[in-house]
């Protein structure tokens, strides 16, 4: 049995307001090979008692079952085929070989790692009438140029590039000077964010000739490296407490998933989750009171995933537990400023490909799991990574649209005005600057993964 580990979106027709002029409505004609790349095997749908699909938005929520009543436990719920678009931040960094033919974009992984064998090529592309001008292409090598994060104060970027001849995580200014590398030696490094206050990057490392991984902080120069953990079993993407002081990370003891905060100088380190399930995925609130986490189950027919959420009010040895009680089947994204909403997706039952398929959607919501709005109608095949812009009133995020290509999309946070904002693609992940005014991704429009930039607006 493999693990169903949701990405990204949710839901499946309800609108996302007016402003979609010029939404892609082409479909390529069946058997076309970039469609079937795409697309890939696809998978089953959900065939299980323990989930309903509920609301016109079509989300699956854990059935409730009323005491006694057998008839209502015993009802079978068959939904329909479910699309496998690839995706990329999704799977943590260990061997779940079964999920890897699903999400099949490459990225920095360890070599044996099934996913890196056979991921999909995306082709160079012609850029659109309506972009041209307006795009900054900063990364110009053959490399593989992927995961540009903004400084917090926006001066510089750091990405991971394989150009020096494996991964290794860069620094360069804003408008794309001055790079400089940051890692070195043998190990592969990725999946780096900055310090709250631009100062450090924190990483991740794998050495596959000692067979260790590890989760590392340094200055920018590369200089004062500090070591966090390092373990022989798998570590996976760590992100900083928005005070700095703390780092949180997934990780595997005995073959188990779970979640770890770790001081920023390395000398202390506390479990934070214990269960058989697989826990992943840690977000901090953006006060640092709330800590997010992901759960996929192990222990059911059909593993939808869900939300948790952790707050510490007698510090990290005895967090408190809340569960989710939104959709299930969901990866969580990113917190809108205030903390009061997330942006996730969703897994639901979407028509956009022209028959009913389970799909994942981007969605906003509350934290307690109420008012999911879908952010992209029903005008993709399914969305990836939304991201509220710095003062919470948009949302940004990409799609596999209508024309089977990646492409970047606006909207309101409250659903209204969605825009599709690239048309050529390939167009992935894309990050807002500081001060909101544009927007950095990574693209395959010449042919190789490079980093871009683009005005907002």
Known sequence: MSLSLAGCGGGSNTAGGGGDSGVSTFTPPVGNALSTAILGEGADGLVTDRYDLIGTSGFFYIRNYEIGNEVAHKTIYNSPPRLTLPVRFILPNGKIGGCYTCHRLNYTAPSSNPQVRVPVNLPATTEAEAERGKLTRLTDDVAMDINGMWSPDGKYIAWVSNSSGNYQVWVMDSDGKNKRQVTQGPAIHGWQEWSPDGTRLVYWENNETTGKSAIKTSKTDGSDIVTIVESSEALDRPVWRPDGKYITYAGQTGGNWDIWAAGSDGKVSYRLTSGFEMETNPKWSPDGTRLAYKIAPIDADYPLTREYFMTFPNGF?????????????????????????????????????????????????????????????????????????????????????????????????????????TFAGFDMNPRWSPDGTKLLFESSRNGNMDIWIMSAD
């Open 317 to 421: 040895s005895s967090p408190v537990i809340q569960g989710w009680n939104g959709p299930q089947s969901i990866q969580m994204n990113d917190w809108s400023p205030d903390g009061k909403l997330i942006a996730y997706t969703a897994e639901a039952v979407s028509s956009s490909s022209g028959e009913a398929k389970v799909s994942y959607l981007a969605v906003v919501g509350d934290i307690n799991g109420g008012y999911p709005v879908v952010l992209s109608g029903n005008k993709t095949l399914g969305d990836r990574g939304p991201v509220f812009s710095p003062d919470g009133r948009r949302i940004a995020f990409w799609s596999w649209d209508l024309n089977y290509r990646a492409t970047l999309w606006i909207v309101n946070a409250d659903g209204t005005n969605l825009r599709q904002k």
